[in-house]
């Protein structure tokens, strides 16, 4: 299984960004599928998941302004990240876990300049 991040960027506070993570060699499902950040000195967070229940957890600092959705046609996940704010800006990496094995994507960057 592999996960190919992709989407990241320079942008103004208040900008908006779509990040997208294809998924190769297994079948594609959004479920147990997710986003988690990490910013310079910080812990890797939880940033929006679907769970294996198919219902949506976001982080409180994102709440009402991220969401994240799938496209099995593309097998894609993608989060959608509206009204950003510098501390917003982390390496974002999208993940899956699936048969008890958890499967990474390499990581894009995100900047928010204020």
């Known amino acids: 299984v592999q996960l190919q991040a992709s989407g990241g960027g320079l942008v103004q506070a208040g900008g908006s960004l779509r990040l997208s993570c294809v998924v190769s060699?297994?079948?594609?499902?959004?479920?147990?599928m997710g986003w988690y950040r990490q910013a310079p000195g910080k812990q890797r967070e939880l940033v929006a998941a679907i769970t294996n229940g198919g219902s949506t957890n976001f982080a409180d600092s994102v709440k009402g302004r991220f969401t994240i959705s799938g496209n099995n046609a593309v097998n894609t996940l993608y989060l959608q990240m509206n009204s950003l704010k510098p501390e917003d800006t982390a390496v974002y990496y999208c993940y899956r876990r699936w048969l008890g094995n958890s499967y990474w994507g390499q990581g894009t960057q995100v900047t928010v300049s204020s």
């Open positions: 060699g297994s079948i594609f499902s959004i479920i147990g």
